[in-house]
């Protein structure tokens, strides 16, 4: 075998082509990849999902999902030829000279086992002649180094008692230990919050910078990319389609879904009135559809009165989660997820809730809209307290007035309907149209409006993408022609082009039909686009209300200073 | 129709099928059996409730390839003189119908009380959670007992034989109810939290009628496969209940009543009266529980 591999580079993949041979024939993940890293340089491939990112990643360590396989070219390793490699030697190799981190924390330690007991069976692994107390010096060393405080002590702590962060850390930790020479990160930061990320970022840039060794970060977060790596290669569906230095990609460029892919990424310093989308929609073509929309969603409902009131009042909110049940008093625990919330939102106005996973801003969207009991305080929906009793007419008046856009575009919609009745279910149960036939005309109108077929509404939820089903949840969620929308990080699950179209979506409508919304999110980035007004959280409490440009611009609070200040910024790659 | 057998025969389920020869032995086996159970009176060469066509000097013939066998009783007669094959099968039919409904019924049963415990949840899921632990550490067996027992003394002398298949489909299904109550409580609370189910709420539909229409039809999967594997162990139970004397009487026999029939003479030589339906017994339940676990294996996404 020839093997003209230049000495200086810790991988070297050449011309890879992987294939998942299925039942309907042979499905090539990845066409002819090359990408090389030197040691102690850190090399970034982004793309959006199922560009075969991981793909990638997974054949260097030979964990590919079977049946998958390296059907042509060579993947070289420090000077060997993985591919050639028997199954022993490959795991050998595994761990020792390839380490791997994953994307979450909480499923890749074992919750049975000491952290240090995780580490020290490692070191075991990989130095076998050293003692055991040395190993545990060791581990309490490698603690200390990814910033575990109380490393000592904390060595014997099950995973369950670290929180996420400091669990990444300590997976990062389990990985370096046995000193590997190329480090695949899988999406390590994806699960991680803003101020999280970046501390996890410096730190791997830190560590490979100090002991030499090589990483690939395989990520669709171009702020992480920003943020630490040298080279970058774009994957578009199993193709590498550019590669150049950090600076160059981000700011100048040159391939067409670069830059679009750059474009879509929110900007956190000034708000732009659309985003640049990928595929622009034929203009001409759609406009008749949505003028017909338009004039089915806006047609005034006599059932539903219109109050002048504030759409939205809060009034010292509060809801108690039990987290340890007792029979006696003193001995429970409970947990403050919205601690004395006020606010109010009025009429045509986007309000965006913003803070990290766990500060209650989902409780409050799901308070208002009816699927959490509060545990204390008012909710005002234009003047009308939500917690009375009232007729059933007036309750589902209620209902049609207020809907809801879910996170996760997997779940929320049932997989055994098809799209029509997924969408009908609001006419049909509200009865907005008089028969079968109105109902599917409105339906189809309403898919129409969100960028979708007519003939969708046959199909189930596992033919679309997940882009398309949030589309198709936004068109279930106008079906009663609310007034009001709750929108639970609507865009957290999409990749970011497909994002800028949702979001823009969601700008439109909002401009047509004058809805007033509330917009959960933990990106500072989409809040920043998308809201009027911003109110920002911190475990349960709202620490600082604003207009968007008063919180981006001129932060009051200690905690929203933090946040911004820890979000990637790109500016400064793009000017240089 | 025509639709519904392309997707059929397109499916992964299909492909998983075609590629196991000892489910498609195991299906086959299903087939035939519920085929000649369905068609006794057609299929079976002799009529064994016919007591004009029985004679008794055809008792006791051995199976047709032993040195007494008739070429005509290919497994040999009983004590009667009636052809075992055709006993097998009316029987067999007997046992399947039974255990078809049995299972129907605590399917029905189970799949109501586990929505209703894991949709609505607190004191009511509880309380059947309670009661079905109670059931749980009772033996299904003694269950059928207890509530045959129960029927024998509430109802009048003679009225009973009329009634006995149907107490004992009531005590079948009675005594395994619960294995669907867990099975769908357990995938329910799953779906309560998914999306769509919060979607439904916010729209603002009644509790019952999301349980119905979102919920159950996701819930389903496991549940079809559990029940496969149950009607293996209705026949079972059926066939336990009518060996012990208090299943099915005798004018109707089961498979459960042709061995406890052929016990008898066991001793005496005539070891076919009981073997025969035995063997039809073991094989049609291994047959249900291979296909049942197939199809588990089949329909679990985790391993895929």
Redesign the interface.
């Known amino acids: 075998m020839n093997q003209s591999v230049q000495t200086s580079d810790a991988l070297k993949a050449t011309d890879v082509r992987i294939e998942f041979p299925g039942r309907r024939g042979l499905f090539t993940a990845v066409h002819s990849a090359s990408l090389h890293v030197a040691p102690g340089e850190i090399i970034g491939v982004v793309g959006e999902s199922g560009a075969g990112k991981s793909t990638i990643g997974n054949a260097v360590i030979q964990l590919l999902e079977p049946p998958g396989r390296v059907s042509e070219g060579s993947i070289n390793v420090l000077g060997t030829e993985i591919l050639s490699l028997a199954k022993d030697d490959m795991a050998k190799l595994r761990g020792s000279t390839i380490g791997m981190i994953f994307q979450d924390p909480m499923t890749s330690l074992n919750p049975l086992y000491t952290v240090g007991k995780q580490i020290i069976e490692t070191m075991q692994t990989h130095f076998p002649q050293q003692s055991e107390s040395a190993l545990r010096e060791k581990a309490i060393d490698w603690l200390n180094k990814v910033g575990i405080p109380n490393a000592a002590l904390r060595v014997d702590n099950y995973p369950h008692q670290f929180s996420g962060g400091q669990r990444q850390r300590v997976v990062i930790a389990l990985v370096l230990c046995a000193e590997p020479r190329l480090i695949i990160a899988d999406e390590p930061t994806t699960a991680l919050d803003v101020t999280l990320k970046r501390q996890v970022l410096e730190l791997i840039k830190g560590l490979c910078k100090e002991r030499q060794v090589a990483v690939v970060l395989i990520t669709h977060d171009m702020g992480a990319i920003s943020e630490i790596a040298e080279r970058v290669y774009v994957m578009l569906k199993g193709r590498i389609v550019e590669e150049g230095t950090t600076a160059q990609i981000l700011g100048a460029p040159r391939e067409e879904y670069t830059k679009s892919l750059i474009a879509a990424i929110p900007r956190i310093d000034v708000k732009v009135k659309r985003f640049h989308v990928v595929d622009n929609e034929s203009a001409s073509r759609i406009t008749a559809v949505h003028d017909r929309a338009l004039q089915w969603l806006t047609v005034s409902d006599t059932i539903v009165p219109v109050s002048d009131k504030a759409v939205l009042k809060l009034e010292d909110l509060r809801c108690t989660f039990v987290t340890r049940r007792s029979w006696l008093p003193k001995n429970r625990r409970y947990l403050n997820a919205v601690d004395g919330v006020s606010l109010e939102v009025q009429r045509g106005e986007v309000f965006g809730l913003v803070g990290e996973s766990g500060c209650g801003k989902t409780t409050i969207g799901k308070m208002v809209a009816g699927l959490q009991p509060p545990t204390s305080g008012r909710i005002l929906f234009e003047g009308l307290d939500l917690a009375e009793k009232r007729s059933r007419t007036e309750e589902m008046a209620l209902r049609r007035a207020m809907q809801m856009i879910f996170q996760d575009p997997y779940s929320s919609l049932n997989p055994r309907r098809r799209i029509i009745d997924c969408v009908a279910e609001p006419i049909r149960f509200h009865k907005v149209a008089k028969d079968e036939a109105e109902v599917r005309s409105i339906v189809e109108l309403l898919l129409a409006r969100v960028g979708m077929d007519a003939a969708a509404a046959e199909k189930y939820p596992h033919q679309f993408s997940g882009g398309q089903r949030q589309r198709i949840c936004i068109a279930r969620a106008l079906a009663t022609r609310p007034r009001f929308l709750i929108c639970d990080e609507p865009t957290s699950a999409l990749d970011v082009s497909i994002q800028a179209q949702t979001l823009n979506l969601l700008k439109d409508l909002q401009e047509d039909l004058g809805l007033t919304m509330l917009f959960v999110s933990h990106d500072l980035a989409v809040i920043r686009q998308m809201c009027d007004r911003v109110g920002v959280m911190r475990a349960g409490v709202l620490v600082e209300v604003g207009t968007a440009e008063q919180v981006f611009n001129d932060p009051q609070h200690e905690y929203t200073k933090a946040l911004l200040s820890a979000m990637p910024s790109m500016q400064h790659l793009a000017m240089a | 129709m025509g639709n519904f057998f392309a997707r059929m025969f397109d499916s992964?389920i299909w492909?998983s099928f075609k590629q196991r020869p000892i489910v498609m032995l195991a299906a086959l086996v299903v087939f035939v059996c519920v085929f000649c159970a369905t068609f006794a009176s057609f299929v079976a060469p002799h009529n064994p409730f016919d007591l004009k066509t029985l004679e008794l000097s055809n008792a006791f013939t051995s199976p047709a390839w032993t040195a007494n066998g008739k070429a005509t009783f290919l497994l040999g007669t009983d004590d009667q003189g009636r052809d075992l094959l055709s006993a097998i099968m009316f029987g067999s039919r007997t046992s399947i119908i039974v255990a078809v409904i049995a299972v129907m019924l605590s399917m029905t049963i189970g799949i109501s009380l586990g929505l209703l415990s894991g949709y609505l949840g607190g004191k009511l899921d509880a309380f059947i959670m309670r009661v079905a632990d109670v059931q749980l550490s009772f033996p299904a067996i003694l269950i059928a007992l207890l509530i045959d027992g129960v029927a024998r003394a509430v109802m009048p002398k003679g009225s009973h034989d009329s009634v006995a298949v149907l107490v004992l489909i009531f005590a079948i299904a009675l005594s395994g109810w619960v294995q669907y109550a867990r099975t769908v409580r357990g995938s329910t609370l799953v779906e309560r939290n998914?999306?769509?189910v919060?979607?439904?709420?916010?729209?603002?539909?009644h509790p019952i009628a999301i349980m119905f229409t979102?919920v159950l039809?996701?819930v389903l999967g496991p549940v079809l496969v559990l029940a496969t594997l149950q009607v293996g162990s209705a026949i079972l139970i059926e066939g336990t209940l009518s060996y012990l004397g208090v299943g099915v009487p005798p004018t109707q026999p089961s498979l459960g009543t042709l061995i406890r029939v052929g016990n008898d003479f066991l001793n005496s030589g005539e070891w076919w009266i009981t073997v025969f339906p035995g063997l039809a017994l073991v094989m049609l339940v291994l047959a249900i529980n291979i296909v049942g676990d197939w199809l588990r294996d089949v329909m679990n996404p985790k391993l895929n």
């Open positions: 992964d492909f998914k999306e769509y919060q979607a439904a709420r916010v729209i603002g539909r979102h039809p996701n």
